[in-house]
T-cell receptor, first 111, second 113 residues
Framework: EDQVTQSPEALRLQEGESSSLNCSYTVSGLRGLFWYRQDPGKGPEFLFT???AGEEKEKERLKATLTKKESFLHITAPKPEDSATYLCAVSGGTSYGKLTFGQGTILTVHP | NAGVTQTPKFRVLKTGQSMTLLCAQD?????MYWYRQDPGMGLRLIHYSVGEGTTAKGEVPDGYNVSRLKKQNFLLGLESAAPSQTSVYFCASSSPGQGYEQYFGPGTRLTVT
């Protein structure tokens, strides 16, 4: 059974204070690891897909990295508008694209 | 492109009532999914479909039925609503030829009293 654990549950940062979110996973035959952003009252918004260990992807102040056991979402010099819940998910084996989600990390960036 | 749309946005039901949630996507995606999101439980898969006319059970299918009569639409039905079905419901779609990333709708907030 695929499992995803995210830490911390909540993270409070000052504007400009860089940090990282962690996503630990177990999956049989990783097809992809996905990061999403979710704002209150809205649906998850796709950010990145990582397919193999060593892969990295960047988008503005966000950088996602992947190892065989975990993924990190690095946030560099965050701004208040980066405040959101960040979700990690994995797809494995012959799952028809089904995703197993973690509980999410609630990020709050104070000005 | 509208992406993934869901109707209605909000609904209040009484225990035992029935309703259908509609999901539509205009991205020509083969796969579609229904999730529910509850505090502390994360997103959980209810049912999914890998093509027109096909459906399959996810992690929490009890109390729900689905149909996919057209490629662009995926319907979620509650035959006899229960308070335990109070939740936010999200529809998503993806394509195996586009990396499997799922694109989500805005959600339906359902309250069962």
């Amino acid at each position: 059974e695929d499992q995803v654990t995210q830490s911390p549950e909540a993270l409070r940062l000052q504007e400009g204070e860089s940090s990282s979110l962690n996503c630990s996973y177990t999956v049989s035959g990783l097809r992809g690891l996905f990061w999403y952003r979710q704002d209150p009252g809205k649906g998850p918004e796709f950010l990145f897909t990582l397919y193999s260990a060593g892969e990295e992807k960047e988008k503005e102040r966000l950088k996602a990295t992947l190892t065989k056991k975990e993924s990190f979402l690095h946030i560099t010099a965050p701004k208040p508008e980066d405040s959101a819940t960040y979700l990690c998910a994995v797809s494995g084996g012959t799952s028809y694209g089904k995703l197993t989600f973690g509980q999410g990390t609630i990020l709050t960036v104070h000005p | 492109n509208a992406g993934v749309t869901q109707t209605p946005k909000f609904r209040v039901l009484k225990t035992g009532q029935s309703m259908t949630l509609l999901c539509a996507q205009d991205m020509n995606h083969e796969y579609m999914y229904w999730y529910r999101q509850d505090p502390g439980m994360g997103l959980r898969l209810i049912h999914y479909s890998v093509g027109e006319g096909t459906t399959a059970k996810g992690e929490v299918p009890d109390g729900y039925n689905v149909s996919r009569l057209k490629k662009q639409n995926f319907l979620l039905g509650l035959e006899s609503a229960a308070p335990s079905q109070t939740s936010v419901y999200f529809c998503a779609s993806s394509s195996p030829g586009q990396g499997y990333e799922q694109y989500f709708g805005p959600g339906t907030r359902l309250t069962v009293t």
